[in-house]
């Protein structure tokens, strides 16, 4: 079976700072990985994914995510973050089942 | 990108009415579509599984004859809330599936059962 952990609930971070949000996966098949993004009140947005190829995936915003499979992680980073960037964020793994399985969500508070 | 549209945006229904939301995909055609509950602050949990002109499959735990699903077209799938409750006041997310593995996420449905 598939899961992931993402094991901060909430990371405050100032605004222009490098920010890493964790998450860890368990697969027992090939592992496609995602993160999503949800503004207050809306649906998901993907930021990128993982399918295979290369292990460092760059997505939309600035945002980009290193696979590791020694370390089972799939870590998202951002460089320099922005007010606007204040959000919820999901690591998902796609389940044998072809569905995505969610993580708790971690939540970004960019402080100006 | 392809885009999923979900109607209606919020809905306020009384104890014991029927809900329908509709989720379409507007430039692509959705072989499966997916619905997802959203508790406050908490991840989403998949309901269901849809698929164009078959039963869905739903997940367990989740009563498929309070949560009733069709997905009659290959790009429209409903949801209805049959006889709510306040219990069932939540954030209700569908996503379509374009091709290979990627899902589109509609905005979400808030449902509050009065």
């Known amino acids: 079976a598939q899961s992931v952990t993402q094991l901060d609930s909430q990371v405050p971070v100032f605004e222009e700072a490098p920010v890493e949000l964790r998450c860890n996966y368990s697969?027992?098949?090939?592992?496609?990985l995602f993160w999503y993004v949800q503004y207050p009140n809306q649906g998901l947005q993907l930021l990128l994914k993982?399918?295979?190829?290369?292990?460092l995936v760059k997505g939309i915003n600035g945002f980009e995510a290193e696979f590791n499979k020694s370390q089972t992680s799939f870590h998202l980073r951002k460089p320099s973050v922005h007010i606007s960037d204040t959000a919820e964020y999901f690591c998902?793994?796609?389940?044998?089942?072809?569905?995505?399985?969610f993580g708790t969500g971690t939540r970004l508070t960019v402080i100006p | 990108g392809a885009v999923v549209s979900q109607h209606p945006s919020w809905v306020i229904c009384k104890s014991g009415t029927s809900v329908k939301i509709e989720c379409r995909s507007l430039?692509?055609?959705?072989?499966?579509m997916f619905w997802y509950r959203q508790f406050p602050k908490q991840s989403l949990m998949l309901m269901a599984t849809?698929?164009?002109?078959?039963?869905?499959?739903?997940e367990q735990g989740v009563e498929k004859d309070k949560f009733l699903i069709n997905h009659a077209s290959l790009t429209l799938s409903t949801l209805t809330v049959t006889s709510a409750h306040p219990e069932d006041s939540s954030f209700y997310i569908c996503?379509?599936?374009?091709?290979?593995?990627?899902?589109?996420f509609g905005p979400g449905t808030r449902l509050t059962v009065t």
């Open positions: 697969s027992s098949v090939s592992v496609y």
């Open positions: 996503s379509a599936r374009h091709e290979s593995y990627e899902q589109y």
């Open positions: 430039d692509f055609q959705a072989t499966t």
């Open positions: 849809s698929n164009e002109g078959s039963k869905a499959t739903y």
């Open positions: 998902a793994v796609l389940t044998g089942a072809n569905n995505l399985f």
């Open positions: 993982y399918l295979s190829g290369s292990t």
